[in-house]
T-cell receptor, first 113, second 112 residues
């Protein structure tokens, strides 16, 4: 089965700095990689995703990069704001048919004002 | 609110008791997933349904756990003879035609 490792477990930055969270996966069949944000006491929500036929995707201050050869993908947040403080989860899975994502353990991002 | 809803939001029970949770997915979403999340971990897959058919169950899922989605709409997750190790947040998510998972607020279970 798929195994997803996520680092770091905690990331503390100053407002305005960039933050990078990295995930590695084990199953070369995985082709869909979403990122979820979970604020304290709230439900996880999708913030960005990438498919294996694309190397990078951007949406305003967030971007995701994928290296299929090395089997890793990263979330980049630029110009961080206090409201970016949350736990971020990466996931990997194979789309189509039985899609069952495997989640990383999460990264707690703290943005200090 | 047209999002995924779960009830109850919190449940405290004594070891050995049975508990049942309910999930109402987004209307017309055909896939419904159940996850368990413990502190410091990501959601861990338990089982999923396509319409009323239960298509996959985690090999880690004890036979004390059972889930149903009788009419292809809401789903229930039952845990029989609860153990302290069952204490966790139980999340439900639904999808409709894409991989994007819409999560419910979760049911937090505490087994004493």
């Amino acid at each position: 089965g798929e195994n997803v490792e996520q680092h770091p477990s905690t990331l503390s930055v100053q407002e305005g700095d960039s933050a990078v969270i990295k995930c590695t996966y084990s199953d070369s069949a995985s082709n869909y990689f979403p990122w979820y944000k979970q604020e304290l006491g709230k439900r996880p929500q999708l913030i960005i995703d990438i498919r294996s036929n694309v190397g990078e995707k951007k949406d305003q201050r967030i971007a995701v990069t994928l290296n299929k050869t090395a089997k890793h993908f990263s979330l980049h947040i630029t110009e961080t704001q206090p409201e970016d403080s949350a736990v971020y989860f990466c996931a990997a899975g194979t789309s189509g048919g039985s899609y069952i994502p495997t989640f990383g353990r999460g990264t707690s991002l703290i943005v200090h004002p | 609110d047209t999002g995924v809803s779960q009830n109850p939001r919190h449940k405290i029970t004594k070891r050995g008791q049975n508990v049942t949770f309910r999930c109402d997915p987004i209307s017309e979403h055909n896939r419904l997933y159940w996850y368990r999340q413990t502190l410091g971990q990501g959601p861990e897959f338990l089982t999923y349904f396509q319409n009323e058919a239960q298509l996959e169950k985690s090999r880690l899922l004890s036979d004390r756990f059972s889930a149903e989605r009788p009419k292809g709409s809401f789903s229930t997750l039952e845990i029989q003879r609860t153990e302290q190790g069952d204490s966790a947040m139980y999340l439900c998510a639904s999808t409709g035609g894409t991989e994007t998972q819409y999560f419910g607020p979760g049911t937090r279970l505490l087994v004493l």
